[in-house]
Structures are given as structure tokens and as C-alpha cells.
């Protein structure tokens, strides 16, 4: 089945001087022009490409990878601006189109603007809409859990923090004191799902999961040993004093020195936390 907008795999079905075709099933075949076919293809070999529609409204196979399919978001950049709409560089050499209609406010060559891809309802073709808001679903309704990771782009800032996009389909938050590192519009972050709110809303993090907690430990520990094995902060201590030390939030902090006293890897003291000296062979 041929999904145009998005990356597909078939086996090669025949080689000709201008290309390659690839069975797409169902009796389809598509060529893949000789500019972008694979190399030393043969018969049989199957070979990921993307599909969009050529000129003629004919879907079109390319090995180019796309910087974004159908159902997501990319922030792209205005190439070029004509009676139809603007056009934005997505990595191939037909470029996409954002109707008028379909432009938050009016778009300038050169500037990058955040995209949603959707297929037109006429034609079937990969279109782009900068009017995200109606592609991006507010309420969680079951589909996220708490400490799962997920993929972000940031989309916008608020007094409370940053708006972001989770894994191209619900708005999350990502609180002020939760951000300790600089964020751009349009950036691509891994983060953590940290609360499902009464409301259904989504509260993030860029700090969770284990694989995080034992980076916090690991400098921790660090930072004890460089210091003779001890440090005048804890779990009482300001958060920006947490932040200048170790680059992370008052409350990462505090389950990482939680799971380093329980390992027996330190003790916390009232004016600060100790490295624990182990006997060789411990």
C-alpha cells in the first residue's frame, strides 16, 4: 500500500535507463528517478523511499529523506513566496507549500515558521499549515503516563514556562524552575511526561526516568570526590544554589542523593551531604 507523505519500503521491480521502479503492490509500480535511485540496485532489493506527488498529481518515490512526513511537525524555512502561498525547504528537491489560508500570519522568505503536514483533501498532496493549534490536541485522554519519554518541540513560551508539542500530537508545559538550560522556538528535545493535571493537561519535564537519575548520581558522586568527599548543600538548600553546583532542579536533586543514601554511597549530614569511604572490594 502506497502511503503518499511518508517514508514507505519495496522491493525493486525493474531497472531502466531512467531510474527504477519499485513494486508498491496492488499491480503499482513507482519510479525512483535516476538522480535519486539507489546504487548498485538489483532486482529484488528492497529500498526505503519516500513518496510524494510529482507535478501531475502522480505519486513519486525518492531515497532523499524528507525533514518531515505527513503528521508532523518541522520548523522550516521560507524559500520562496507566490500568488498560491509560500513555499518552505522540507530536504527535497520539490518543496512544500503553505496555502494563504493555511498561514498564522502572513510568511517571509527567509524566515522559519513551525509546520504541521497534513494531506490536502483535494488532491491528496503533502500540504503545510503554520496554524498548528488545530492539529495539537490539549487534553491527554489516556495516551501519555507519567515518567514516559517522549519527543518535544518547542513551540512557545508563557509566563509559567514553555509551550511544547509531545511527539507531534498534545501540548505539554514545561514549567520555569524545571528549565534549566536555554530553549529555542522550534527546538527538538527529549523529555519526560512529570504529571497528568486534574484538567487532563500535561505537565513535562527534561528530567526523569532512571537512565537520568543515575546521570544526577554519577555527578554527584563526581563532584563529592573532586571536593575531598564532601559538599555544604542538601536537601534544604536553595534551588539556585542546586542549579549553579550541579545543573539540575532542587527536586532531581533530592531523589538523587535519596537513592545515593539508601545505596550507602553517602550520608546527609545537617549542614551538607558525605561521601561514604568504602573498603576495597565493596
Do not use: C
Amino acid at each position: 500500500m502506497i502511503e503518499v507523505g511518508k517514508t514507505n519500503t519495496f522491493p525493486i521491480s525493474k531497472i531502466v535507463d531512467f531510474g527504477v521502479f519499485v513494486d508498491a503492490g496492488n499491480g503499482d509500480e513507482l519510479l525512483i528517478p535516476r538522480k535519486h535511485a539507489p546504487k548498485d540496485a538489483n532486482e529484488g532489493d528492497e529500498v526505503t523511499v519516500f513518496v510524494y506527488l510529482d507535478s501531475e498529481d502522480r505519486p513519486i518515490a525518492t531515497t532523499q529523506r524528507p525533514k518531515v512526513e505527513v503528521g508532523q511537525f518541522a520548523y522550516l524555512k521560507v524559500t520562496d513566496v507566490t500568488r498560491v502561498g509560500a513555499f518552505v525547504d522540507w530536504g527535497l528537491d520539490k518543496e512544500l507549500l503553505v496555502p494563504y489560508g493555511e498561514q498564522h500570519r502572513p510568511m517571509e522568505v527567509g524566515e522559519r515558521y513551525l509546520v504541521y503536514v497534513y494531506l490536502d483533501d483535494l488532491d491528496q498532496r503533502p500540504t503545510a499549515s503554520s496554524k498548528i493549534d488545530k492539529f495539537v490536541k490539549d487534553e491527554n485522554e489516556g495516551t501519555f503516563k507519567p515518567e514516559q519519554q517522549v519527543d518535544l518541540i518547542i513551540a512557545n513560551s508563557t509566563d509559567l514556562g514553555y509551550k511544547a508539542i509531545i511527539n507531534h500530537s498534545h501540548w505539554g508545559l514545561l514549567f520555569k524552575q524545571d528549565v534549566f538550560q536555554r530553549l529555542s522556538f522550534g527546538q527538538t528535545k527529549k523529555g519526560f511526561v512529570k504529571q497528568i493535571r486534574p484538567d487532563d493537561r500535561i505537565n513535562l519535564s527534561l528530567q526523569g526516568g532512571q537512565v537520568t537519575r543515575d546521570k544526577y548520581s554519577k555527578i554527584i558522586m563526581e563532584f563529592l570526590k573532586k571536593e575531598g568527599g564532601y559538599a555544604a548543600v542538601h536537601d534544604k538548600s536553595k534551588p539556585e544554589v542546586i542549579s549553579k553546583l550541579f545543573g539540575m532542579s532542587k527536586a532531581a536533586f533530592k531523589k538523587a542523593i535519596g537513592g545515593l543514601y539508601k545505596s550507602g554511597d553517602i550520608v546527609i549530614e545537617k549542614t551538607g551531604i558525605r561521601l561514604v569511604e568504602k573498603e576495597s572490594g565493596e
